[in-house]
């Protein structure tokens, strides 16, 4: 009875030994793996993410695109600019070579010119008999109509009605007809070379009819006035 009681005493023991919680350093051992194991598998969630991060191909090639249509549209408006200024640079040579613009000043061409209106020039010293002109006089651009030219005989009545080699000039351009600040002595030819001179508006213009003016040298003649461009009411070719 006794022996029995031992053996069963014994074998209880060796269980308890089976089941012992493991050593510290067994545990240590244990953890150590655990987090290694952690590790490896974040690394391959990681190479993972980064692997599904690279582009597609259709992706790639959309991108290709917007970047070439980027250069294309920057390539074209660098064009455009450049087109843009070198027509600018044409057209303010042109308007100062050839067709310079000239905006009006006072009333002596009225009613076919008025104070503020802006107009276009051809630059030119052969002119005819009714045109408009620009020319210089003391630093200044006047505007003034072609009545006579060089070897004209000039005559003028105390209505202010005009005759050019013995023919009465039709002027429907003017408002009023008045002889004007007139101090020459009729019939008066003009000199060679040289253009007479009166504004539209009679009354009040100083021109080629005052010996402070007189007839005007081709060489002080600017060019010929052929289009108004402002207002827009007013535009049009000049008469």
């Not at 067994?26 to 690394?43: H, I």
């Amino acid at each position: 009875m006794a022996d029995d009681e031992n053996k069963y005493i014994a074998d209880a023991v060796e269980e308890a030994e089976q089941n012992e919680i493991p050593s510290d350093a067994e545990a240590v051992n244990d953890t150590e793996s655990d987090e290694a194991a952690l590790e490896t598998a974040e690394l391959e969630e990681d190479s993972i993410a980064e692997e599904g991060a690279l582009p597609t191909s259709e992706q790639f090639e959309d991108e290709l695109i917007r970047v070439k249509y980027k250069l294309r549209y920057r390539k074209l408006l660098k064009n455009t600019v450049y087109s843009l200024l070198i027509v600018a640079a044409i057209s303010v040579l042109v308007a100062t070579l050839f067709l310079p613009v000239l905006e009006i000043y006072g009333n002596s061409m009225n009613p076919t010119l008025d104070s503020g209106d802006i107009v276009v020039s051809i630059k030119t010293t052969k002119l005819e008999r009714g045109d408009v002109c620009c020319m210089y006089y003391n630093n200044h651009l006047l505007v003034k109509r072609v009545i006579g030219l060089q070897g004209d005989v000039i005559e003028m009545d105390e209505d202010g009605n005009v005759f050019v080699n013995g023919e009465y000039v039709d002027e429907p351009y003017l408002s009023e007809k008045v002889l004007g600040d007139c101090d020459l002595e009729f019939p008066y030819q003009i000199p060679e070379s040289r253009y007479f001179l009166m504004g539209d508006h009679r009354e009040t213009s100083v021109d080629s009819r005052s010996s402070a003016v007189g007839c005007v040298d081709k060489e002080y003649i600017v060019g010929r006035i052929v289009l108004c461009i402002w207002p827009l009411e007013d535009f049009g070719w000049i008469e």
